[in-house]
């Protein structure tokens, strides 16, 4: 069961994960400007990009680990007790977890803070009116 915990992993990864963490960066770009919030109006916009561009860069280096916890797996050799010891990567799984729940609450609160160019926006749409 452990091993094909393991095996099942890397395709999960490559085929659900990535892409879905690369259609959040896009979505969330597409979205922000085509909304009144904007992409750089709001400081807790830019945190939402920065941070879903920090997790898929995460992600995308978790790759390259996790190809060679599933090689191990692979291996009939390597016994149950090793593979139990690598963990299947908990750290990755609850610091995403931890970055996505930010995410999620940012977007819930969108706590106060102006920037420059949004203030600016906000000061030329007020004159054109």
Do not use: C
Not at 55 to 62: E, K, N, P, Q, V
Not at 95 to 108: A, C, K, R, T, Y
Request: no cysteine; net charge positive.
């Amino acid at each position: 069961m452990v091993r094909a915990a393991y095996l099942v992993l890397e395709p999960l990864t490559f085929y659900v994960l990535v892409p879905l963490a690369f259609a959040s960066l896009l979505t969330g770009l597409i979205m922000s400007l085509g909304t009144p919030w904007g992409l750089f109006r709001h400081y807790w916009v830019i945190f939402k990009l920065v941070l879903t561009v920090f997790a898929t860069i995460i992600l995308l280096g978790f790759t390259q680990t996790l190809s060679g916890m599933v090689g191990l797996a692979a291996d009939p050799t390597t016994s149950i007790s090793d593979l139990r010891l690598m963990g299947a990567g908990i750290n990755h799984a609850v610091g995403g977890l931890v970055v996505l729940l930010l995410i999620m609450i940012l977007s819930v609160y969108k706590p106060r803070g102006i920037t420059r160019y949004g203030w600016r926006k906000q000061q030329e749409k007020k004159v054109s009116n």
